[in-house]
């Protein structure tokens, strides 16, 4: 009897040990999938920096046809579920968020269906910034329409309030943080509530940049190269000469930039080398949005009635499936 109770006992020991591992195994599974869905958000936010004309999601791409609307591509199947001008766009779960631009005093955030159903007006705002960032149940946005300044609300519209007030030139919302510079091209960091706000000393001017790893990349208009500083301020070094313009895109491990002297969308390390040629432009600007192995770029319009169009390439140079116009 007594030899019983000890292997009882050393069964519900057991029994006890096996369920203190599952509970650990699977906050290690949910604190994964935390990590590396903020990976995946983070890697995108170049693509919000060049207008948000594609993003991924629901085992998707999701492209702005310019000027045409929303085309969701799937496999090797396209179909359009917007035909309205889409920026800044953002897929959560089964919705996809934009900035939708009708003229300059037609603007509204709105969201859909990734199947096309549903198109729902959240808000008409006033902006001059073609970006939202949709995190944690709130849209972030820049507005010029009371008061100059980031507004956040909820998915519904609800809520809505300006967080801080000042003439925004950029922004970036990322891990917990809000960046943004102000028409001066002076830089501050504060908490997605509006609280902490810290000016970032830097020996330059900055109007447009992108964040990676708690390092701010920013173009030199005075002398015409990519640095990166630490958003302390400290650590301010040079990235790379190869960039001569403001339009680039920084990824996982790349950065994809316009090189405006030879008018080609080139790419370099992160570590400023390995400067690779990817494919021609005619026109005199563009915007570059990388998913996975594809960018997603403008040019001139084959249409003369329009003046850009939507392209897309290989990250090696080789060729994508075609956009039929």
Known sequence: MEE?????????????AII??????????ITMIAIFGKRKINGELGNLSNMGLAASGDSAVFYNKYEEGIVKVKGFEEFQITNETAYGI??????????????????????????????????????SISK????????????????????KMKLDGSEERIITASDISDFEVIDGKIYFSNKSGIMYK???????????????????FQIKDSYIYYFNEDDKKLYKVKDDGTDT????????????NITKNKIYFFDKESKKIASINLNGGNYKEI???????TKINVIDDTIYYLDASKNESKIYQMY??????????????
Do not use: H, P
């Open 90 to 127: 953002n897929v959560v779960g089964d919705d996809v968020y934009f900035l939708s631009v009708g003229d300059t005093s037609n603007i509204a955030i709105k969201k859909v269906k990734t199947n096309g159903n549903e198109l729902k007006t959240i808000k008409a705002v006033k902006t």
């Open 132 to 151: 939202i960032y949709v995190l944690d149940n709130y849209i972030y946005y820049a507005t010029n329409e009371l008061q100059d300044g980031i507004a």
């Open 279 to 285: 494919v021609d432009i005619s026109t005199n600007n």
């Open 237 to 248: 070094s040079i990235v790379s000469e190869y960039v001569n313009s403001s339009t680039f």
């Open 312 to 325: 897309r390439v290989k990250t090696n140079g080789g060729k994508a499936k075609s956009i039929e116009y």
């Open 190 to 208: 504060m908490n997605t509530e509006g609280a902490e706000l810290n000016k970032i000393d830097l020996d330059a001017t900055v109007n447009n």
């Open 4 to 16: 019983t109770k000890k292997t009882f006992s050393l069964s519900k020991k057991k029994i006890i």
């Open 20 to 29: 203190i591992a599952v509970i650990l195994i699977v906050s290690i599974v």
